[in-house]
C-alpha cells in the first residue's frame, strides 16, 4: 500500500508540476500577434500607468461605466490633481478592480466610484486571464492572492492560447467593432481616447433599454463590501467620493422624485460621502455612444466635469 | 461535494487512505460516516430527508422479517393447508405494511418533486393561479436512494432475503457515498456483503479503480464539458440556423453520455479503489438496435428498478391477468395488449420520474410509443425476419438499426435538452430553416470546442467498440501490462490531457443527472 | 407430478408460446439460449405456465429463477 501511495502522489504531483508550469509559462509569455491589439489592453496601460503614478492623485473606480465616461486628462485638468481610471469592463469582476485598486491608494489619494452593484466573489476569471496575459507580475500577484481560484480557473488557459496560437484565431470576446481595440486607448495614461461623435443606436431603441434605480437593486454585500473598502482607505489617509454613472434619462423607469428618494436611501446607507445628484448624471440622447451606460466624446466631457465640480466642492 | 472538484478528491484520499489504516473491524463504519459528511456537503438540509428514508424502510423490513419469523415459528408441526392459512394471515399484514411505507415513502417523493407541478398544471388547465406561495426544494439524490429504499423493502417483503438488523449498516447501503446521489441503484443482496466485509489493501483492484474514475474525469471535464460550452447558449433559447441546431442536438446525445456515464465511472471507479463493486449503469449504449436494447444499456438500473418493481407487479396484477385471460382466444392479442397497457403506463411514470415538467413526461412517452410499438409489431417483424432470414446477421442491417436506433434517440433530446416545451417548438422550427452561412460562422466560433469534442468522442466510441467486443482487453488492463515507465508515462499524459483540454472549476461542476 | 410429465407439459407451453415446433427444454435451458425469452415475454411464459399447472409462482421465483430446472422445481413443489 505503501508503493501505491508514493506512487500515484508522485505521479500527481509530476503532473500537476509540469502542467502548472507549462500554463505559468504560457500566460507570462506576451500575447501572440493575433490579438494583441485585444481592447482589454486597455486595463494593462491604466494599472501602468498608476504604477507610475507619483503624488497625490484622483483614481476612478468602475467598468466600461468609468473608461467610457471618465476623460481623466480633462479631470486632471479641472481639478489641478492627475486622474486616473481603473477599470475597462465590469465583466474583469469588481473584486478584483478593488483588489487591484487596493495596490495603489495611499496618503491624500481621491477614490470615485460610481455607483455600481456586484455581488459577492466577483471575479470575472476568464477575462481577467485574457487581461493579464504577457504581464507577469499582475500574475503572480493574483496567483498570490487567490491561489485557489487562479489554479482551478487558469487550466483551460493553455488549450485557449495554443489553438489562438496554432489557428491564428482571435480569444473570445475579441470585437471587430470600432473603439473595441487596444488603441482606442492612450497607452501612457489608459485613458480612453477613441473619437465618438454621435450615438450609435436609434433614439428609440436605446430609450427601449431600460434601467431602473431603486435601493433593491444593490446587494447587502455591495453594501458592506464598500463600507470595508471606505475605511481602509480613510485608515490610509484617502478619501472616498461617490458618484452616481451616468444613465441616459429616458431609460431610467424612475420619476425625478423616485430618484431624488434613491439619492437618499442610498446616501444613508453608504458610509462615503456622495459629491452629484444622481439627476446630474442623467443626459439626454445625444450625449450617450453605443449603450444608455456609455457616453460620446461630448458626453464624456460634460459628465467629468460634474465629478470636477463634486470633488472640488468636497475637499474646499 | 461534486466529483469534479478538488474538495472531492481531498475527500476521498482521506477516506481511501483512512480505509485500509483502520483496524478492519471499523471499516464500514468508517465508510457509513464518511457517507454521511458526504451527504451533508452536498446538502445539509436534505440529511432528515436521508435518515427518514433509512428509518422508514429500515423499519417496515425489521417488522415484516419479524412477522415471517413469526409464522415460521408457528408453522412448527402444521400440515400444509394449516401452513398455508397461516402463511396467508400474516401474508396480508406484510402487505398491509409494505404498502404502507411504500406509500409513504414513494409519497414523499411525489410530493416534494411534483407538488408545485401539479399546482401549475392545475392552475393553468382551470385558468386559475394555483401556484405554491413557496418553493418546495428538492432533496439532492432523492430520486436515487428513495428507490434504491424501496426495492430493499419490496424484496424483503418478497422474502429474497432478511432485513439488515444493524440500522447503520442499512444507512450505510443507503447513503453509500458514490451511489447515494446519482445511482447505480444497486442491489441490496450483491452490494450489503461486500460494503460490510473487511479487506486487504488489493493494489491491482485500485489500480483498475483510479483507472475507471480517470476515464470519467476525461468524459466529464474533457468532452462533456467542452460541448457544454458549444450547445447550452442554443438551449437556453434556440435562434440558430437548421444545421447548427441538429449539430447541436447531436453534440448533446453525446455530452448527456459522457455526463452521465462519466459520474457513473468515477462512482465505480472509486468504489472499486474501496473495494466494493457497485452495478453498471451503461454498456455501450449507443450501438444499440433497438430502442428496448438502448434502454438496457442506458440507465441500466433505473429500468431494471421499473421493470421489477412496477412493470411485472403490474403484468401480475389482478386487472391485466383477468385481460390476458379474457383475450386467451387470440394469442397474440392475450400477451401483447396488457404488456402494452403495462408498458405505457411503465413509460409514463419513468418520463414523470426525470422530473416535474411535462418535457420529461412528453420524452417518457416519446421512447415508450417505440417499445409498446415493438411489442405491438412483434409478429410483423416476424414475417419479415422469416422473408429475409440473411438479414438478421448481415452486418450492414446491424449497422443500418444502430444508426436508426441512435437518430431516434438524438430527436427525443429535443424534449430532455431545453427542459422546457416551448424551447423545443423553437428549437424544432429553428432546425427546418437552412442558413449555410450562418453554419460556418457557428462552426467557426465553436471551432476550439468541436475539435477537443471531436476528438474526445473518437476516443469515447474507440473504447466503447471495444467494450463491446467480449475477447478484446478491455483498454485499461492494455496499459496495466505495459512495464512500469511505459505505464507511468501514460498515465502522466492522460493526466495531463485531461487537465490541458478539460473545463473545470466553478460552473463546469454540475452533473446533468443532479437535478433528478 | 412427475419431472417429466412437468417436462412435457413445459415443452408444450414453450413451443406455444415461441410459435416453435422444434424447441426441446431441458433442465438446463435459461433465457440467454432462446432468442425471443426476454422481459415481455417471460411473463406471458410464466403466466402460462401457472394456468397449465394451475399454481401461482411468487415475484421473488419469478424473478430470481435462473433456468427451467428451478422452474420446474417449484412446480413440484406447489402443484
Redesign the interface.
Known amino acids: 500500500m505503501k508503493r501505491f501511495f508514493v506512487k500515484s502522489i508522485c505521479l500527481i504531483l509530476s503532473v500537476g508540476v509540469l502542467f502548472y508550469g507549462l500554463i505559468l509559462a504560457m500566460i507570462c509569455l506576451p500575447k501572440p500577434a493575433a490579438y494583441a491589439e485585444h481592447y482589454q489592453r486597455g486595463f494593462v496601460y491604466q494599472y501602468r500607468a498608476l504604477e507610475r503614478a507619483e503624488g497625490r492623485k484622483i483614481v476612478t473606480l468602475g467598468g466600461s461605466n468609468v473608461a467610457y465616461n471618465v476623460n481623466t486628462d480633462l479631470l486632471g485638468e479641472l481639478t489641478g490633481i492627475p486622474a486616473y481610471n481603473l477599470g475597462v469592463n465590469g465583466s474583469m469582476g469588481y473584486s478584483y478592480i478593488l483588489d487591484c485598486a487596493k495596490k495603489f491608494i495611499g496618503e491624500g489619494d481621491i477614490v470615485i466610484y460610481p455607483l455600481w452593484n456586484f455581488e459577492k466573489d466577483d471575479y470575472g476569471m476568464e477575462l481577467i486571464w485574457l487581461t493579464l496575459e504577457g504581464e507577469s507580475d499582475m500574475v503572480f500577484d493574483l496567483i498570490a492572492s487567490h491561489p485557489l481560484k487562479a489554479l482551478s480557473t487558469i487550466g483551460s488557459f493553455g488549450l485557449k492560447k495554443t489553438y489562438a496560437l496554432a489557428l491564428g484565431n482571435r480569444l473570445d470576446g475579441y470585437s471587430e467593432t470600432e473603439g473595441y481595440s487596444a488603441d482606442a486607448f492612450d497607452p501612457e495614461t489608459g485613458n480612453y481616447i477613441y473619437e465618438r461623435v454621435a450615438p450609435t443606436l436609434a433614439e428609440p431603441v436605446m430609450e427601449s433599454i431600460k434601467f431602473s434605480c431603486t435601493r433593491s437593486t444593490l446587494s447587502d454585500w455591495c453594501v458592506s463590501a464598500m463600507n470595508e473598502f471606505t475605511a481602509w482607505c480613510r485608515a490610509r489617509g484617502a478619501q472616498v467620493y461617490f458618484v452616481f454613472p451616468t444613465l441616459m434619462r429616458a431609460s431610467v423607469i424612475e420619476t425625478d422624485e423616485q430618484l431624488r428618494a434613491y439619492q437618499s436611501e442610498v446616501e444613508a446607507a453608504f458610509d462615503a460621502e456622495f459629491i452629484m445628484d444622481v439627476l446630474d448624471a442623467c443626459y439626454d440622447y445625444e450625449f450617450y455612444f453605443n449603450l444608455p451606460t456609455h457616453l460620446n466624446s461630448a458626453g464624456m466631457d460634460v459628465y467629468t466635469a460634474e465629478i470636477a465640480q463634486g470633488i472640488l466642492s468636497a475637499i474646499a | 461535494m461534486s466529483f469534479t472538484t478538488l474538495s472531492f478528491l481531498v475527500f476521498f484520499a482521506v477516506v481511501f487512505w483512512g480505509y485500509y489504516l483502520i483496524p478492519k473491524k471499523g471499516q464500514w463504519m468508517w465508510l457509513c460516516a464518511a457517507s454521511v459528511i458526504f451527504y451533508a456537503f452536498a446538502s445539509l438540509w436534505s440529511l432528515c430527508y436521508l435518515f427518514g428514508t433509512a428509518l422508514v424502510s429500515y423499519g417496515a423490513a425489521r417488522y415484516l422479517s419479524a412477522q415471517d419469523e413469526r409464522c415460521r415459528a408457528a408453522s412448527e408441526g402444521l400440515g400444509k393447508a394449516e401452513r398455508s392459512a397461516l402463511k396467508k394471515k400474516f401474508g396480508k399484514k406484510k402487505r398491509a405494511v409494505t404498502a404502507i411505507a411504500v406509500i409513504a415513502l414513494i409519497g414523499t417523493l411525489v410530493a416534494v418533486k411534483y407538488t408545485g407541478f401539479f399546482a401549475d398544471t392545475l392552475g393553468a388547465l382551470t385558468k386559475r393561479e394555483l401556484s405554491l406561495p413557496f418553493d418546495i426544494l428538492l432533496p439532492v439524490g432523492l430520486s436515487f436512494y428513495l428507490f434504491q429504499s424501496v426495492a430493499y423493502l419490496v424484496d424483503v417483503s418478497r422474502g429474497n432475503y432478511p432485513a439488515e438488523r444493524n440500522f447503520f449498516r442499512y444507512l450505510l447501503y443507503i447513503s453509500y457515498f458514490p451511489h447515494v446521489l446519482q445511482g447505480p441503484l444497486d442491489d441490496y443482496a450483491s452490494v450489503s456483503s461486500q460494503l460490510y466485509a473487511s479487506r486487504e489493501f488489493d493494489g491491482e483492484r485500485a489500480v483498475r479503480g483510479a483507472q475507471r474514475a480517470a476515464w470519467g474525469f476525461f468524459k466529464k471535464l474533457v468532452i462533456a464539458n467542452q460541448i457544454s460550452v458549444i450547445v447550452s447558449p442554443v438551449f437556453a433559447e434556440g435562434g440558430q440556423d437548421g444545421l447548427s441546431t441538429i449539430l447541436c442536438i447531436f453534440l448533446y446525445s453525446i455530452q448527456l453520455y459522457a455526463d452521465f456515464s462519466g459520474y457513473m465511472d468515477i462512482a465505480i471507479g472509486c468504489s472499486e479503489m474501496l473495494g466494493v463493486r457497485i452495478a453498471e449503469n451503461f454498456r455501450a449504449p449507443y450501438f444499440s438496435g433497438s430502442i428496448a436494447e438502448f434502454w438496457r444499456r442506458w440507465h441500466i438500473t433505473l429500468g431494471a428498478w421499473f421493470k421489477n418493481y412496477l412493470f411485472y407487479p403490474l403484468l401480475r396484477s389482478s386487472g391485466l391477468t383477468k385481460l390476458r385471460k379474457a383475450l386467451k382466444k387470440n394469442k397474440y392479442l392475450s400477451s401483447a395488449l396488457p404488456t402494452a397497457i403495462a408498458l405505457s403506463v411503465v413509460w409514463l411514470l419513468i418520463g414523470f420520474w426525470h422530473g416535474a415538467n411535462w418535457s420529461y413526461v412528453f420524452y417518457g412517452i416519446y421512447h415508450g410509443f417505440f417499445i409498446v410499438a415493438e411489442t405491438i409489431f412483434a409478429p410483423l417483424y416476424a414475417k419479415f425476419h422469416e422473408k429475409f432470414p440473411k438479414l438478421q446477421k448481415n452486418a450492414a442491417f446491424r449497422a443500418f438499426r444502430v444508426v436508426r436506433t441512435f437518430v431516434l434517440v438524438t430527436v427525443g433530446y429535443y424534449l430532455f435538452a431545453p427542459a422546457s416545451l416551448g424551447v423545443t417548438v423553437t428549437l424544432l422550427r429553428d432546425s427546418l430553416h437552412f442558413d449555410g452561412g450562418a453554419f460556418v460562422a457557428f462552426l467557426t466560433t465553436n471551432l476550439r470546442e468541436l475539435i477537443v469534442a471531436i476528438a474526445g468522442t473518437a476516443a469515447l466510441t474507440f473504447v466503447d467498440l471495444r467494450s463491446l467486443r467480449e475477447n478484446r482487453l478491455p483498454v485499461g488492463e492494455v496499459i496495466s501490462r505495459k512495464q512500469g515507465w511505459v505505464r507511468a508515462l501514460l498515465y502522466g499524459l492522460f493526466l495531463f490531457v485531461i487537465l490541458f483540454f478539460g473545463l473545470y472549476g466553478s460552473g463546469f461542476d454540475q452533473f446533468a443527472y443532479f437535478k433528478f | 407430478m412427475e419431472r417429466n410429465e412437468i417436462f412435457e407439459k413445459l415443452n408444450e407451453i414453450f413451443r406455444?408460446?415461441f410459435?416453435d415446433e422444434s424447441l426441446t427444454v431441458t433442465e438446463e435451458t435459461s433465457a440467454a439460449d432462446i432468442e425471443d425469452w426476454d422481459?415481455?415475454?417471460h411473463?406471458?411464459l410464466?403466466?402460462e405456465v401457472e394456468?397449465a399447472f394451475d399454481m401461482k409462482f411468487?415475484?421473488?421465483e419469478?424473478?430470481?429463477m435462473k433456468n427451467v430446472g428451478e422452474m420446474a422445481d417449484i412446480i413440484e413443489r406447489e402443484a
Request: glycine share 6%; proline share 0%; charged share 25%.
Open positions: 406455444d408460446v410459435d422481459s415481455l415475454t411473463i406471458t410464466i403466466s394456468d411468487s415475484m421473488k419469478v424473478v430470481g
